[in-house]
């Protein structure tokens, strides 16, 4: 693996993204609505402040996961992959040029989800918003991680959808959104403090009720760039060059 591979990569990954104006809707127009709507529904009531920091991280997260694997997928199946690894481009050169073309994305969607979060759709938060942006960035790049991660595992786009109960469900009904984790039985309660969604929902959380939260997360933003590293890592391993 070498940084000119990796960064080629990454050039060629933004210029197709650039050339699909639906997944650009996907990845930053979603996001902006679902919030949109939640403070709608919610207008007049102390709930969208209470929730909207955390689902601010759930949201992106989510639409980076599916738009990410499939992506991935669809290099296989259209020959694209292994047409590449017949260069001397080698898989991690693929996976962390994905991973550094979708965080760059990742970026630009939580500066419009956040912004629109907290200007338009008047979130209030005890928090800087330099911060609520970052533990946003630091969420959707996750969930670019885990869609890499997730794409080896599936051999056409509808299974690549698939995945998303399997990956993602069960870290939201564990991270605390549904149900407070100091509530949940004890063995559920240890899987979610080790599961990465967990800590994104802790981490925006606090950025809603602290002033200074900053060193309050380190250890949530820690976790979740360890997750990020270990599936990138393992999607690095178990990537195939096409699919059968």
């Given amino acids: 693996m070498t940084p000119r591979r990796t960064l080629a990569t990454t050039a060629r990954i933004l210029r197709q993204i650039r050339r699909d104006h639906r997944t650009v809707a996907l990845m930053l127009v979603v996001p902006v609505v679902l919030m949109g709507l939640l403070a709608w529904i919610f207008a007049d009531t102390p709930v969208f402040d209470r929730i909207g920091a955390a689902l601010l991280g759930v949201f992106p997260f989510v639409v980076m996961f599916i738009v990410t694997s499939v992506a991935t ?47 338009a759709f008047g979130l209030d938060v005890a928090g800087p918003p330099w911060v609520l942006w970052l533990v946003a960035v630091v969420d959707a790049v996750l969930g670019t991680a885990l869609g890499l991660l997730a794409s080896g595992f599936a051999r056409t786009e509808f299974q690549a959808v698939q995945m998303m109960p399997a990956f993602v469900l069960p870290q939201f009904l564990l991270c605390g959104l549904l149900v407070p984790r100091d509530r949940l039985p004890g063995v559920l309660e240890v899987l979610s403090d080790v599961l990465p969604l967990s800590h994104a929902v802790d981490a925006m959380q606090q950025v809603t009720q602290l002033t200074d939260p900053l060193p309050e997360i380190g250890t949530n933003l820690a976790v979740m760039a360890a997750w990020i590293a270990v599936a990138l890592a393992l999607g690095s391993l178990t990537l195939r060059r096409r699919t059968d």
Avoid: C, N
Wanted: hydrophobic fraction near 55%; proline fraction near 2%; charged fraction near 15%.
């Fill in 73 to 119: 997928l669809r290099e296989r199946m259209s020959g694209t992959l292994e047409r590449l690894l017949t260069t001397p481009m080698a898989k991690g050169d693929f996976m962390f040029g994905y991973a550094l073309a979708f965080g760059f994305m990742a970026v630009v969607q939580a500066l419009v989800t956040t912004g629109f979060a907290l200007w």
